[in-house]
């Protein structure tokens, strides 16, 4: 009875660490010191394995040190009332889309486009155009930037949407014109 106090005294403590230092991780995300927020992260993560939560922001502060691999590990593992689906189908995606896994990138990003989120929804199909253009899928991308530019309300956004629109209508012009005879 007493080891069994003991460890749930124990759990207690280490839970409460565990919440200290994804506080205290949340802070330095925000203030972009990713590669110091993974580290207090990944101690809260180890502290009190069982809060899945910690896992998003882990996932996402992995994403921001290029650590592809590992950040979709986590994003996939992560769940609880702290985790917005859409944000995480959104950064899934970017990983997926970061490790030229373009179908994966793509899967996701219709995920987040279909939960309709005013900000995260154009953002997702912005890049699903980019993911198209990478692939040379000049009608698939040329739709999503036109929808970007029917739904966003960020104004950078619409420029960079119309920037790759602009950028496709050349590259058709030249193919036309590289196809014509001498």
Do not use: C
């Not at 207090?40 to 691999?69: C, H, T, W």
């Not at 950064?91 to 486009?113: C, P, Q, S, T």
């Amino acid at each position: 009875a007493k080891e069994a106090a003991a460890n749930a005294r124990e759990k207690a403590r280490r839970k409460k660490q565990g919440e200290q230092l994804a506080k205290e991780g949340l802070d330095l995300y925000r203030e972009e010191k990713f590669p110091e927020a993974t580290e207090k992260f990944a101690k809260a993560i180890e502290l009190d394995p069982d809060n899945r939560s910690y896992y998003f922001q882990y996932g996402v502060a992995l994403y921001k040190i290029d650590e592809y691999n590992k950040s979709l590990v986590y994003l996939n593992q992560a769940e609880g009332s702290h985790v917005n689906a859409a944000e995480k189908a959104f950064f899934i995606g970017l990983n997926h889309y970061r490790l030229k896994e373009y179908d994966a990138a793509v899967g996701a990003f219709d995920r987040v486009v279909a939960a309709n989120d005013p900000n995260l929804s154009p953002a997702a199909q912005f890049y699903k155009g980019v993911t198209y253009f990478e692939e040379k899928k000049w009608d698939d991308a040329q739709k999503a930037f036109q929808v970007v530019l029917d739904t966003s309300k960020d104004p950078k956004l619409d420029e960079r949407a119309e920037m790759y629109i602009e950028q496709i209508l050349r590259i058709r012009q030249f193919e036309a014109e590289k196809a014509r005879k001498w």
